[in-house]
């Protein structure tokens, strides 16, 4: 089993930044992939970032160029750092953990004002 806390998020007006972090413990594995996921209101769960543990990062196109993920293997964490935030990445931000198994955070409200 894998635990996830997810911790960072808050309000932020329209320009701004926040880091989010994700704390993985339980039964780790430092080849796993790990990721950022969002749910708006009324909308589907989509990618934001995933992360291999060799660093290699893959991106959605609306965050591409504002967020960067990466992690510490060493600590079993990982962050999304958010700059440029605007109202439309206002939703419920999860971090995933997959290896021998998908386990999902409990999830951290990013809510930005215009």
């Known amino acids: 089993q894998v635990q996830l806390v997810e911790s960072g998020g808050g309000l932020v007006q329209a320009g701004g930044s926040l880091r989010l972090s994700c704390a993985a413990s339980g039964n780790i594995f430092s080849i796993s992939v790990m990721g950022w996921y969002r749910q708006a209101p009324g909308k589907r769960r989509e990618m934001v970032a995933v992360i291999t543990a060799g660093g290699i990062t893959n991106y959605a196109d609306s965050v591409k160029g504002r967020f960067t993920i990466s992690r510490d293997n060493a600590k079993n964490t990982a962050y999304l750092q958010m700059t440029s935030l605007n109202p439309e990445d206002t939703a419920i931000y999860y971090c995933?953990?997959?290896?021998?198994?998908?386990?999902w955070g409990q999830g951290t409200q990013v809510t930005v004002s215009s």
């Open positions: 995933n953990y997959n290896y021998g198994g998908n386990y």
